[in-house]
């Protein structure tokens, strides 16, 4: 009986000594699997936190819109993205849903009378309804007190909105810029030998055209060579947490400064590389160099269309 009992112990010790090892085993097998769906978990809960955080930035403009629409029933449009140029140029997107409203009510609605007469009666009926500027007006009172625009800036107010490209987050460098060199290889015009072109060449149809910072971001530096002539380099973060560089070369003026905080559409130079222009570096003629990097590295360059689009 005894030796049964020790017979029947030894398996019980051997069947839980074979437990343990396949619980370590499946331990060690589903250990990885549990943190990979953990950092998948924490990935998106940070990508749909930067997201929101984007939406609510531009959503507010829209909301100041949309409660203006509803309150005086307007039928035409104001664009939420001109709203957040007029934002930026005067005091850098720090304005809540009141400020905007009230900027709206006073300075870019007005009064339209509709006189309707009927045929028969001869009748007259006034009706009278409120809508937002036409383009023109509006320009026109951005160049006015409080606001003050040049004439350059009141136009970027509604033009930078139409140079976002498909990604949505980043806008083209210049207005209505005809490209004359692309990204990738091409017959070096100075040696005539096959080169890489590590960005876009563009030239505005007037003289030192204003260039736009194409995202948010923190001026890198402002650094100057006789190869680029004088050039700008921002720091922009992406959508999706990462960071990217935006660069600028063959520059008339630069129009910011290292550390300087900057907003998508704000002029922070202007276009250069003519032979009259100051430090035009290794230039042709009149153009902007344009590259985006993933660091602030020359050899970190990637295809701008990737982020903004077609420059066609």
Not at 210 to 231: K, L, R
Request: charged share 20%; proline share 4%; with cysteine.
């Amino acid at each position: 009986m005894a030796l049964k009992l020790k017979l029947i112990l030894m398996a019980l010790q051997q069947k839980n000594k074979g437990n343990k090892i396949w619980y370590i085993i499946a331990f060690i097998i589903l250990l990885p699997i549990v943190l990979i769906l953990i950092f998948i978990l924490l990935f998106v809960v940070l990508f749909a936190s930067i997201f929101s955080v984007f939406q609510e930035d531009t959503t507010i403009y829209q909301d100041a819109i949309d409660k203006v629409v509803n309150k005086y029933n307007i039928e035409n449009h104001f664009s939420s993205k001109s709203l957040r140029c007029i934002d930026i140029f005067m005091d850098g997107a720090e304005s809540n849903i009141e400020d905007l409203t009230t900027l709206l009510e006073k300075y870019f609605i007005e009064e339209e009378i509709i006189v309707i007469v009927d045929e028969e009666t001869e009748e007259e009926t006034v009706i009278k309804k409120i809508k937002f500027l036409e383009q023109e007006k509006a320009k026109n009172v951005l160049m006015l007190s409080p606001f003050n625009f040049t004439q350059e800036y009141a136009q970027a107010v509604f033009t930078i909105p139409l140079m976002y490209g498909s990604s949505g987050q980043f806008l083209k460098p210049m207005e209505n810029a005809r490209v004359t060199s692309g990204y990738g290889y091409r017959q070096d015009p100075f040696t005539g030998q096959q080169s890489f072109h590590k960005g876009i060449d563009m030239v505005s149809p007037i003289n030192n055209a204003p260039i736009f910072a194409v995202s948010d971001g923190t001026v890198y530096s402002t650094p100057s060579s006789s190869v680029g002539g004088n050039m700008l380099i921002i720091k922009h973060s992406t959508l999706d947490g990462g960071v990217i560089y935006s660069f600028y070369a063959h520059l008339a003026t630069v129009n910011v400064q290292a550390g300087d905080t900057v907003y998508a559409g704000q002029v922070v130079a202007t276009e250069g590389g003519g032979k009259n222009d100051p430090n035009p570096g290794s230039s042709t003629g009149q153009h902007l160099h344009f590259e985006m990097r993933t660091t602030p590295s020359p050899q970190s360059h990637v295809n701008p269309e990737e982020y903004i689009g077609s420059f066609e």
